[in-house]
């Protein structure tokens, strides 16, 4: 079986699903805006006009559409909705699935009248279509034809890879980190003055944030503005095979975000059996179960997010607690060989559906 991905090619969740079902024997064909390696896959980078941004989705869609004719996929599948699912919906092709990711449905169908019809023509021509949670899922169902649903396929956590080993000692400050992109939507700002709020209140914490992005700059300043260098640490970028290694330095995980599709960071941190303090938003409360893995505050509230980490810093057993419940959680709801099998289903689902069976999304 041949299965075509129209997807962002050098993103990590991209490159899971690619080599998933690569690895379980589907002949594997990426289609992509940037160019990346994905093991035991073919990637098609469509380049040129990249400076005319998004535009050009519309102006290559002739051309992946003659690439997906010429490659004869049995399914095609986009990740992401209001650009590749975009495609998708031009293209025509059945069987298909448009995954909802985040922002494609949060954000952009709210921009402007043309970004809405972007997001309805993409899912009306969507043979199927899958969310990462069931917040985003609700999110996505009023921009779904009547009568078709959404279905729920987290992105699932490889528990082999994040294992719940601690490498933290007692005793010290307790070290609060975030694993993220240092963008304005991960509310990392809000972070370090809850740290500067925490300090004037005498409870001192260590921040880490691992990660790199557009904000880092101005977060180094903020960092400076506020006093926190000496407690402050910027990692910079790091793979992904490091993460696990990289959470079991934390005490605490931070997602302060003013948008979150899903809040994988924060299941991954789970599962290595950390307490996660989030925004009470979007996706974040799938993944966080208030007062038991973790605790919930409003987004941009640094006075909130202050006294939830104070509470949990001063507070080794509810650490230990919420830790194991977060492990637990993903244990019992995002295994990934679960979560993918999911996915498995669907695929063979789809293959075997008749091929006048999407003709309803069509209109």
Request: charged share 25%; net charge negative; hydrophobic share 45%.
């Amino acid at each position: 079986m041949r299965v075509v991905y129209l997807a962002d090619a050098p993103y990590i969740h991209t490159q899971k699903w690619v080599r998933h079902f690569a690895a379980l024997g589907w002949d594997a064909h990426v289609i992509s805006f940037r160019d990346a390696t994905i093991e035991g896959a073919t990637v098609h980078h469509i380049d040129g006009l990249e400076a005319i941004g998004k535009a050009r989705y519309v102006v290559h869609a002739r051309r992946v559409r003659a690439l997906i004719r010429e490659l004869k996929p049995d399914l095609l599948h986009a990740l992401h909705l209001t650009s590749y699912g975009f495609l998708a919906g031009l293209s025509g092709f059945q069987p298909s699935i448009v995954s909802v990711w985040g922002t494609d449905v949060l954000e952009a169908p709210h921009l402007t009248p043309l970004h809405r019809w972007i997001t309805k023509h993409a899912l009306s021509h969507a043979g199927a279509i899958t969310a990462t949670g069931r917040r985003l899922a609700d999110a996505t169902l009023p921009f779904v034809p009547k009568g078709r649903e959404v279905v729920v396929i987290p992105y699932g956590i490889d528990l082999t890879k994040f294992d719940g080993h601690r490498s933290r000692e007692a005793g010290g400050s307790v070290v609060v980190g975030a694993v993220a992109r240092l963008s304005p939507e991960k509310g990392l700002e809000h972070l370090l003055r809850s740290a500067a709020l925490l300090r004037d209140r005498g409870t001192p914490i260590e921040v880490v944030l691992a990660g790199d992005g557009p904000s880092r700059p101005a977060l180094e300043r903020l960092t400076a503005e506020l006093v926190l260098r000496e407690c402050v640490r910027f990692t910079g970028d790091i793979a992904h095979e490091d993460v696990p290694s990289m959470l079991a330095t934390f005490d605490i995980f931070a997602m302060p975000s003013t948008w979150e599709g899903f809040g994988v960071a924060a299941l991954e941190a789970s599962a290595m059996e950390l307490p996660v303090v989030g925004s009470n938003i979007h996706g974040i409360p799938d993944v966080v179960i208030d007062g038991k893995t973790g605790i919930l505050v409003p987004p941009a509230d640094p006075t909130a997010l202050a006294v939830a980490i104070e509470r949990l810093a001063l507070d080794a057993d509810l650490r230990r607690m919420m830790g194991a419940s977060g492990r637990a959680l993903v244990e019992r709801e995002y295994r990934w060989e679960d979560n993918a099998r999911l996915m498995e289903t669907l695929y063979v689902e789809m293959v075997r559906r008749p091929s006048d069976a999407s003709a309803d999304s069509q209109g």
